[in-house]
Protein backbone atom coordinates (compact mmCIF):
# COMPACT_ATOMS: atom_id res chain seq x y z
CA UNK A 1 0.00 0.00 0.00
CA UNK A 2 1.08 3.38 -0.87
CA UNK A 3 2.23 6.11 1.88
CA UNK A 4 -0.68 8.81 1.70
CA UNK A 5 1.86 11.12 3.74
CA UNK A 6 -1.67 12.95 5.09
CA UNK A 7 -3.42 13.81 1.66
CA UNK A 8 -6.65 12.01 0.14
CA UNK A 9 -6.44 9.55 -1.68
CA UNK A 10 -10.74 8.63 -2.57
CA UNK A 11 -10.35 7.39 -5.86
CA UNK A 12 -7.31 5.00 -6.97
CA UNK A 13 -6.07 3.61 -10.94
CA UNK A 14 -3.02 1.06 -10.21
CA UNK A 15 -1.78 -0.81 -13.82
CA UNK A 16 -1.10 -3.80 -14.41
CA UNK A 17 2.99 -4.38 -14.46
CA UNK A 18 4.82 -3.57 -17.20
CA UNK A 19 7.49 -5.82 -17.54
CA UNK A 20 10.14 -4.07 -19.79
CA UNK A 21 12.69 -6.16 -22.61
CA UNK A 22 15.75 -3.95 -21.19
CA UNK A 23 16.51 -2.03 -17.96
CA UNK A 24 15.80 1.75 -17.86
CA UNK A 25 16.73 4.41 -15.77
CA UNK A 26 14.15 6.70 -16.54
CA UNK A 27 10.42 6.94 -16.47
CA UNK A 28 8.12 9.60 -18.17
CA UNK A 29 4.34 9.87 -17.50
CA UNK A 30 2.38 11.60 -19.59
CA UNK A 31 -1.62 12.42 -18.91
CA UNK A 32 -4.67 14.88 -19.62
CA UNK A 33 -5.83 15.67 -16.31
CA UNK A 34 -9.30 17.69 -15.56
CA UNK A 35 -8.19 19.19 -12.13
CA UNK A 36 -11.46 21.22 -10.28
CA UNK A 37 -10.90 24.04 -7.56
CA UNK A 38 -10.01 21.83 -4.76
CA UNK A 39 -9.51 18.64 -6.66
CA UNK A 40 -5.54 16.60 -6.31
CA UNK A 41 -3.85 14.33 -8.42
CA UNK A 42 -0.77 12.42 -7.52
CA UNK A 43 0.92 9.58 -9.07
CA UNK A 44 3.01 7.10 -7.78
CA UNK A 45 5.19 4.27 -8.85
CA UNK A 46 6.28 0.65 -7.49
CA UNK A 47 9.36 -1.52 -9.29
CA UNK A 48 9.23 -4.73 -9.66
CA UNK A 49 12.73 -5.69 -10.41
CA UNK A 50 16.41 -3.79 -10.77
CA UNK A 51 18.47 -1.90 -8.61
CA UNK A 52 15.66 0.65 -8.44
CA UNK A 53 13.21 -2.25 -6.89
CA UNK A 54 15.95 -3.39 -4.61
CA UNK A 55 16.66 0.70 -3.35
CA UNK A 56 12.77 1.79 -2.75
CA UNK A 57 11.92 3.15 0.81
CA UNK A 58 9.38 0.66 2.69
CA UNK A 59 9.72 -2.64 4.34
CA UNK A 60 8.08 -4.59 1.63
CA UNK A 61 7.31 -5.23 -1.88
CA UNK A 62 4.36 -2.92 -1.86
CA UNK A 63 5.63 0.39 -1.31
CA UNK A 64 5.12 2.93 -3.98
CA UNK A 65 6.96 5.69 -4.25
CA UNK A 66 5.62 9.32 -5.58
CA UNK A 67 6.69 10.67 -9.10
CA UNK A 68 7.57 14.25 -9.14
CA UNK A 69 5.53 16.51 -11.71
CA UNK A 70 5.11 19.63 -13.28
CA UNK A 71 2.13 21.99 -12.11
CA UNK A 72 -1.13 20.60 -12.19
CA UNK A 73 -3.61 23.70 -12.82
CA UNK A 74 -7.12 24.15 -11.45
CA UNK A 75 -9.67 23.90 -14.03
CA UNK A 76 -12.93 23.96 -13.09
CA UNK A 77 -14.53 24.50 -17.27
CA UNK A 78 -13.56 20.95 -17.66
CA UNK A 79 -10.74 21.05 -20.16
CA UNK A 80 -7.55 18.76 -19.66
CA UNK A 81 -4.01 19.75 -19.07
CA UNK A 82 -1.21 17.36 -19.87
CA UNK A 83 0.64 16.83 -17.04
CA UNK A 84 4.13 15.13 -16.76
CA UNK A 85 5.12 13.20 -14.08
CA UNK A 86 8.79 11.02 -13.97
CA UNK A 87 11.43 9.62 -12.04
CA UNK A 88 14.87 9.73 -13.57
CA UNK A 89 17.80 8.12 -11.70
CA UNK A 90 20.59 9.17 -13.84
CA UNK A 91 19.67 13.02 -13.36
CA UNK A 92 19.28 12.27 -9.45
CA UNK A 93 22.97 10.40 -9.25
CA UNK A 94 24.10 13.43 -10.70
CA UNK A 95 22.78 15.84 -8.54
CA UNK A 96 23.37 14.01 -6.11
CA UNK A 97 27.77 13.34 -6.72
CA UNK A 98 28.92 17.11 -7.07
CA UNK A 99 32.05 17.16 -8.22
CA UNK A 100 31.96 14.37 -10.68
CA UNK A 101 31.80 11.69 -8.07
CA UNK A 102 31.18 8.10 -9.05
CA UNK A 103 27.52 7.64 -7.82
CA UNK A 104 25.27 4.20 -8.77
CA UNK A 105 22.82 4.82 -10.80
CA UNK A 106 19.45 2.88 -9.97
CA UNK A 107 17.68 1.04 -12.91
CA UNK A 108 14.59 -1.37 -13.04
CA UNK A 109 13.35 -4.16 -15.55
CA UNK A 110 9.43 -3.80 -14.60
CA UNK A 111 6.95 -0.81 -12.96
CA UNK A 112 3.29 -0.64 -11.70
CA UNK A 113 1.71 3.09 -11.50
CA UNK A 114 -1.33 4.36 -9.27
CA UNK A 115 -2.99 7.46 -9.79
CA UNK A 116 -4.53 8.98 -6.54
CA UNK A 117 -7.22 11.21 -6.74
CA UNK A 118 -9.07 13.30 -4.31
CA UNK A 119 -11.53 15.97 -3.79
CA UNK A 120 -13.07 18.36 -1.10
CA UNK A 121 -15.85 18.85 -3.08
CA UNK A 122 -17.45 15.06 -4.36
CA UNK A 123 -19.44 17.30 -7.02
CA UNK A 124 -16.14 18.31 -8.54
CA UNK A 125 -13.74 15.35 -8.96
CA UNK A 126 -10.11 15.13 -10.82
CA UNK A 127 -10.29 13.32 -14.37
CA UNK A 128 -7.81 11.67 -16.41
CA UNK A 129 -7.40 10.26 -19.93
CA UNK A 130 -4.78 9.40 -22.55
CA UNK A 131 -2.07 8.04 -20.34
CA UNK A 132 0.98 6.91 -21.12
CA UNK A 133 4.18 5.46 -19.73
CA UNK A 134 7.93 5.49 -21.79
CA UNK A 135 10.60 4.11 -19.59
CA UNK A 136 14.05 4.98 -21.37
CA UNK A 137 17.63 3.88 -20.44
Same mark, same amino acid.
Not at 24 to 52: C, H, I, M, Q
Not at 86 to 91: A, G, P, S, T, V
Not at 107 to 127: E, I, W, Y
Given at each position: ??RNH??????????? =??? /?? %????? /?????????????????????????? =?? %????? $? $??????????????????????????? $??? =?????????????????? %?????? /???????????????????????
Open positions: LAGKSCTARYITK =QVN /LD %NSSTA /LDVYAKVNRPTGAEVRAYVRFASGTA =QA %NSPGE $D $DFTFIKLDSSKIPFNDSGEFSEVHFKK $DFL =QEAASNSPGGASVGVSDF %NAFTLK /LCMGTSNTANVPKIKELRAIATA
